[in-house]
């Protein structure tokens, strides 16, 4: 298969972002987001999807967090989309479930050409190491937005913000790797009966 890769910039008055992906890596990551936490969570889905991702990262975060997370969404995205290319010969879907501690999370992903997102996530605080948690939505509907995919984020248990949180992106990660990941039987073919996962 040849790489699946991916560069893509996003400059705004908000923000500026570069992110590059790889998705036949071996789960190596380079973040910089200026959001240590935001940098952790990442983390999970690169090395539980074996990604490979740098992400470099300047927002107007004396303001808030919000465009830069939101910001960093988007930018994934569309790395992700690229990387992917036509989804010839792919799984398309992808499901995982993860525990840590009390907290377990189920994640679903189709690889449809449709941004969806279904968010059924409560945190029982507001704010992990200073991160509003909050924001995670705002990241995960970029990131769904301009991936062009349909992704379901269930918190099924937990009473730990920071364990919660972690089994949500360890689980995106795992779902991810499994919806990329290559099918012998499609030989070669898009998996739908349109022909065609682009829109």
């Given at each position: 298969m040849n790489p699946r890769q991916a560069e893509v910039e996003r400059n705004t008055l908000e923000t500026q972002i570069r992110v590059t992906l790889n998705l036949d890596g071996s789960g190596q990551a380079n973040l910089h987001t200026g959001l240590p936490f935001l940098d952790h969570m990442i983390h999970q889905i690169v090395r539980h999807g074996l990604f490979d991702m740098h992400i470099q990262a300047q927002g107007d975060l004396d303001i808030d967090a919000h465009h830069t997370v939101e910001d960093i969404g988007i930018t994934l995205g569309q790395a992700f989309a690229r990387a992917v290319g036509d989804k010839a010969g792919i799984q398309r879907y992808g499901h995982a479930y993860v525990p840590l501690d009390e907290a377990l999370s189920?994640?679903?992903?189709?690889?449809?050409?449709?941004?969806?997102?279904?968010?059924?996530?409560?945190?029982?605080?507001?704010?992990?190491?200073?991160?509003?948690?909050?924001?995670?939505?705002?990241?995960?509907?970029?990131?769904?937005?301009?991936?062009?995919?349909?992704?379901?984020?269930?918190?099924?248990?937990?009473?730990?913000?920071?364990?919660?949180?972690?089994?949500?992106?360890?689980?995106?990660?795992?779902?991810?790797?499994?919806?990329?990941?290559?099918?012998?039987?499609?030989?070669?073919?898009?998996?739908?009966?349109?022909?065609?996962?682009?829109?």
């Open positions: 189920r994640v679903v992903v189709d690889l449809s050409g449709r941004p969806g997102l279904i968010f059924a996530v409560e945190f029982p605080r507001a704010q992990v190491g200073g991160f509003d948690v909050d924001l995670f939505h705002e990241f995960f509907q970029g990131f769904v937005n301009h991936a062009q995919v349909t992704l379901h984020l269930d918190a099924l248990r937990g009473n730990n913000a920071h364990h919660i949180a972690e089994t949500l992106f360890k689980a995106c990660g795992r779902a991810l790797r499994m919806a990329v990941a290559p099918d012998p039987r499609m030989a070669g073919a898009v998996p739908s009966t349109k022909g065609t996962l682009t829109r």
